[in-house]
């Protein structure tokens, strides 16, 4: 395997919170998809999900900036039943990309690695 890119984020709980405090839906859309802000509206460590998913968009658009024509709009994160995130782009899913996550306090890093 030889790795392409790399990229690597990190979201505090609360200042994503002030974020969303401050912007309300504009923020939500501007960066999750439909689906993610669905996925995560209900649950109670709503905040921690968003954090997660932002820190994770962020490591895998800075793994492919080098493509233009990507915004982070375009990078959807699910779990697979394992609970292994699955990273999409523009609804395809991209095997090449893999990303890490992990929460610690009020803290979520991720890490995504391009590979070919």
């Not at 395997?1 to 790399?6: G, Q």
């Not at 460590?45 to 820190?55: D, H, M, P, S």
């Not at 609804?91 to 992990?102: C, G, H, T």
């Amino acid at each position: 395997m030889k790795i392409l890119a790399h990229g690597i984020d990190l979201v505090e709980f609360g200042r994503l919170e002030q974020m969303l405090g401050r912007h309300g839906q504009r923020m939500l859309d501007r960066v999750f998809t439909v689906r993610e802000q669905a996925d995560a509206q209900h649950l109670r460590n709503r905040i921690e999900r968003l954090a997660g998913r932002f820190a994770a968009k962020e490591a895998v658009w800075k793994a492919v900036n080098h493509k233009k024509n990507v915004v982070i709009t375009d990078i959807f994160i699910k779990n697979e039943d394992s609970g292994k995130p699955q990273v999409f782009i523009k609804n395809r899913k991209a095997p090449y990309i893999d990303v890490s996550l992990s929460h610690t306090g009020d803290i979520v890093v991720a890490v995504a690695v391009s590979s070919k």
